[in-house]
């Protein structure tokens, strides 16, 4: 299922391994098995589509979806995305590749113990992917242009 019109196909770095300090008081630990959960509730199907949305939050506002999320990998530094983006997200990353561009980076949204309608129960899910110059977690891997799984 597609949310909108792709144009092109992005990879980009979204959680690192190990432990990150996040908000100052808390520490999150992106162990192997964690981002292993991770990729294989997205393999299950645990969520119907992980959209990519572009802003600083995401509360399912339409307006902000700009792709989605077609592909995760278990890394060794971390875990990558593969994002469908629409025109206008492909231009934000585009312009933030450009010598001075802005900056743009992407943040994970993750839900731990999700259960579906169904019952069916994951460790942790992502949710959504954001395209956003204020990431809580900085200092990942960039945008990559690649082409389209087949």
Known sequence: MTVLGVV???????LPSGPVAYKGSRTLNFTREYRESIAEAFSA????IVPFAIGDTYAGDPDSLAGEVRALEVT????????GVAQRADAAIRASLAP????????PGLIENYRTSGSKAFPVVLLHVLGTTRPMITGLRGWREVEAAS
């Open 8 to 14: 092109a196909h992005w990879r980009v770095q979204i």
């Open 45 to 48: 199907g645990a969520l119907e």
């Open 76 to 83: 060794e530094d971390g875990m990558d995305a593969v994002i």
């Open 100 to 107: 001075g561009g802005p900056p743009f980076g992407a943040a």
